[in-house]
């Protein structure tokens, strides 16, 4: 707890007038395919020229044992120890929207109480507006546009999206809970969750990276430039296809797998292959290990 104020927080100057600022969350710590999210968050905290607003109690919500903090050691002297906590920080888009974005380390503790003062706070500051961002490992080819599924508590808002929506019973992250604490302060909120190929979860994909941002900006009405993951995701599509091209087993196994993926999702495959039925194929779970084998050779 801030000693002078009894607050969980620390507002480094004072609050700002903000306009109807959307507030966008990516914590550290669940889950996040490829990164994706997080890649996703340094380009807005970057593209917002976004400053620390405000830093959260690490007595409060962090454990010291599961996140250790960093001690700087020079020829002996303990200069000084980086501690992590969650901070929100405050930008403006290209055109001067105010937005404000959650990131740092997921609280370890006291998850509802941090939920509770996130929500009080967006409330102070005017969010209409709540976007979280994910990303999880799925069976889909790397050939495909990557797919979005959202989370919501508000029906309506599920309704109006076409985007993915699943229904699955999950361990939730912290993330979940500002959903339901900001909803039930009358804020919009929506979780935006990209899907990544599970053969590639381990190594950065920029293309689900840009597929967030730009939902996001679909989304929010928040103008960033998503181009730069864009040509980062065009270069690693180009070398997966080629590592793939040279194999004929697996490209072979590419095409099952886009052939699975189109008819699940009810379209027509373009890979040339016959079309297959699903006794006819081996498990997505069978060709994902055979792919992200085959991508770990070549690196």
């Known amino acids: 707890m801030n000693s002078n ?25 669940w889950i996040d395919a490829s990164g994706a999210a997080a890649a ?4 807005l905290v970057e593209a917002t020229d976004s400053e620390i607003l405000i830093t959260f109690d690490s007595d409060t919500f962090i454990d010291y ?5 960093v001690m700087e050691l020079r020829a002996g002297v303990n200069t000084r120890v980086n501690w992590v906590t969650p901070e929100l920080r405050v930008g403006r888009d290209r055109e001067g929207t105010d937005v404000l974005l959650l990131v740092g380390p997921e609280p370890d503790s006291n998850w509802k109480f941090f939920a509770t003062t996130v929500a009080e706070l967006a409330s102070q500051l005017g969010v209409r507006r709540m976007v979280g961002l ?4 799925y069976a889909a080819p790397h050939t495909r546009p990557v797919g979005v599924s959202i989370t919501t508590p508000d029906a309506n808002v599920a309704d109006r999206l076409s985007l993915a929506k ?3 019973d999950v361990p939730a992250g912290v993330e979940s809970v500002l959903e339901h604490a900001l909803f039930d ?17 381990s190594m950065a994909y920029p293309a689900a990276s840009a597929a967030l941002l730009t939902q996001l900006c679909d989304i929010s009405g928040l103008k960033v430039d998503v181009s730069p993951l864009r040509r980062e995701a065009t270069i690693q599509r180009e070398r997966l296809d080629q590592l793939i091209v040279n194999n004929e087993e697996h490209l072979a196994m590419l095409h099952q797998m886009e052939a699975m993926y189109d008819s699940q999702n009810g379209a027509v495959s373009n890979s040339g292959e016959a079309p297959l039925t699903p006794g006819e194929l ?14 770990r050779d070549q690196t």
């Not at 109807?20 to 914590?27: I, K, N, Q, T």
């Not at 081996?282 to 991508?295: I, N």
């Open 134 to 137: 994910g990303a999880y490992p």
């Open 282 to 295: 081996p498990s997505m779970e069978e060709l994902a290990a055979e792919v992200e084998q085959f991508l």
């Open 40 to 43: 996703a968050m340094e380009t």
């Open 185 to 201: 302060r009358g804020t919009e909120v929506i979780g935006l969750w990209a899907q990544v190929p599970h053969y590639i979860a």
């Open 166 to 168: 699943n229904t699955v």
């Open 5 to 29: 104020t009894g607050l969980p927080f620390i507002v480094h100057g004072q609050l700002p007038p903000l306009k109807e600022p959307s507030l966008v969350v990516m914590l550290n710590g």
């Open 65 to 69: 044992r599961a996140r250790r903090p």
